[in-house]
């Protein structure tokens, strides 16, 4: 069986906590502000204008997302793959959703707003790090904020080390592809990965 209305789904949960609705703030307070400047990763949810749905990992030294004012962050794009799927993805439709996470916190941080793409000198200046300046910042404008309860992460155990996965349970990126891709794509191994990665981290 199917739920296909909301009043079917509301009817096998009790209604939401009022500290739980009350919590959603229009912009970032201190404690939002505080839990970007400590993120060394968030999660960009985007959607294209045929609803296809994309979710990307973005990381960098804590604080990497940069908090212009109460309703402003600016993200910066590092080299990837090239697929620009996020960004393709907000030139359509310029909604997206982050979720930011700190090691060792379990609470995480959701913010939704609207975003675009900047080529600004002053927000490309103002994500400029050591290693470089972005090409492109995303800008997103604060719609809704608020931290998310600590139970996933708990359940997850995502920060004890004593739960961490060995990385050689997995074969390396290289390898899964060659069995996904085939062709003359060669199996790079995990060490040979990491040497390629190191040259734009």
């Known amino acids: 069986m199917q739920i296909r209305t909301v009043q079917a789904l509301r009817a096998l949960y009790a209604p939401a906590r009022e500290r739980s609705v009350k919590k959603e703030l229009a912009q970032l307070d201190a404690h939002c502000t505080r839990f970007v400047s400590l993120s060394p990763l ?3 949810a985007s959607a294209a204008s ?8 973005r990381g960098g030294e804590p604080g990497f997302v940069k908090v212009l004012d109460a309703t402003t962050l600016l993200l910066p794009d590092a080299p990837g793959n090239n697929r620009l799927d996020t960004l393709e993805n907000i030139l359509q439709t310029g909604q997206v959703g982050l979720l930011f996470l700190v ?28 290693k470089r300046s972005p090409k492109l910042v995303i800008r997103v ?37 060659k069995d996904q891709i085939g062709g003359d ?15 734009d981290l």
């Open 42 to 44: 968030v999660v960009v």
């Open 50 to 57: 045929s609803l296809a749905l994309d979710a990307s990992p």
């Open 103 to 130: 090691p060792g916190v379990d609470e995480s941080l959701r913010v939704n707003g609207t975003a675009v793409l900047s080529t600004d000198p002053h927000d490309l200046a103002a994500c400029a790090d050591a």
């Open 141 to 177: 404008t604060v719609q809704a904020a608020y931290l998310h309860c600590a139970k996933a992460l708990m359940r997850s155990g995502l920060w004890d080390a004593k739960r961490h996965v060995a990385r050689s349970v997995m074969p390396s990126m290289g390898e899964m592809m």
């Open 185 to 199: 794509i060669p199996a790079e191994t995990q060490d040979q990965m990491l040497l390629r990665y190191a040259q």
